[in-house]
């Protein structure tokens, strides 16, 4: 069973341009992580933040959690051509993580 | 870095054929596990393993088994395969733990994409 549902599907944006994603998910969670992966390739990860927190940065990302709505964004400040990729938000729950179906980002420089 | 390699980026099999995909981490992680990616269905779980010789059904075992004889490698099978496995299959390894430790940040291999024919 699919975790998180993300939003939107695809997201196409111009270089220096914000880039928003939302996930939500079903059950309770441990922590939740954001991964990328690039075309045909395996997963990256790239930021974590655990059930008690409500935001986090790392560089250009930025994550929210809102454990009452059950759900979270990855924000992508000034963003660049190779930020294009796809990004899936997974949440740990004994030990496994569940993906939702990913956001598919394109930068056009 | 940790790397988690996978013997195979890409395998053309024949219906019926036992397949064996292979995945070897470096970075003397207890947990290791088996996706597989689909379009429009993203990443599901097929087995996973937290120690050698302990193995877990992930969502969608059906049709596939796992061997862990050694902690830094963990294999798939496909017992005889089928169409509907052509897919790509991701491997990822884990600590396994409390607190830093704990976090199940997963460290992926390039996947190999199998097409069964």
């Known amino acids: 069973s699919q975790q998180g549902e993300e939003d939107p599907q695809a997201l196409s944006i111009q270089e220096g341009e914000n880039a928003t994603m939302n996930c939500s998910y079903k059950t309770s969670i441990n922590n939740l992580q954001w991964y990328r992966q690039n075309s045909g390739r395996g997963l990256v990860h790239l930021i974590l933040i655990r059930s008690n927190e409500r935001e986090k940065h790392s560089g250009r990302l930025r994550v929210t959690l809102d454990t009452s709505k059950k759900s979270s964004s990855l924000l992508i400040t000034a963003s660049r051509a190779a930020d294009t990729a796809s990004y899936f938000c997974a949440g740990t729950s004994y030990g496994k993580l569940t993906f939702g179906q990913g956001t598919i980002l394109t930068v056009h420089p | 870095d940790v790397k988690v390699t996978q013997s195979s980026r890409y395998l053309v099999k024949r219906t019926g054929e036992k397949v064996f995909l292979e995945c070897v981490q470096d970075m003397d992680h207890e947990n290791m596990f088996w996706y597989r990616q689909d379009p429009g269905l993203g990443l599901r779980l097929i087995y996973f393993s937290y120690d050698v010789k302990m193995k877990e059904k992930g969502d969608i075992p059906e049709g596939y088994s796992v061997s862990r004889e050694k902690k830094e490698r963990f294999s798939l099978i496909l017992e005889s395969a089928s169409t509907n496995q052509t897919s790509m299959y991701l491997c990822?390894?884990?600590?396994w733990g409390t607190g830093a430790r704990g976090t199940n940040i997963q460290y992926f291999g390039a996947g190999t994409r199998l097409s069964v024919l």
């Open positions: 990822a390894s884990s600590f």
